[in-house]
């Protein structure tokens, strides 16, 4: 089983949720975060003051899954995410070691 974490631009939460769905990822969560990478926040003006904005509001994708569904939800996740800009975001990807479902006690692939 593996893990993906993905960091997206939030406006694109649901091209990836769709996508994910049509490649047979059942399940994800997610998370609604804040950061930085290289676009390192940008400069907003209020009230005719500047102020610095370090930290972008980011949507974060977690899902686990079967290793043979692993590559099918990558390409799904960039090509929904994709706008060729900075910032796009980035996929992170381990390995899990267990899985079990609460309610009925499965174990491994059969509790996701």
Do not use: C, N, W
Not at 55 to 80: M, N
């Amino acid at each position: 089983m593996k893990k993906i974490e993905a960091i997206i631009k939030p406006f694109k939460l649901d091209d990836v949720k769709e996508a994910l769905q049509a490649v047979g990822v059942q399940g994800l969560s997610v998370i609604e975060v804040k950061g930085f990478g290289r676009q390192k926040g940008h400069t907003e003006l209020y009230r005719g003051a500047e102020y610095v904005v370090d930290f972008l509001p980011k949507v974060k994708i977690e899902i686990v899954l079967p290793d043979d569904q692993l590559d099918g939800a990558i390409e799904a996740i960039v090509e929904a995410a994709k706008t060729d800009k900075i910032g796009d975001g980035k996929i992170f990807v381990s390995t899990v070691e267990q899985a079990l479902r609460i309610r009925t006690g499965e174990e491994g692939d059969e509790a996701l």
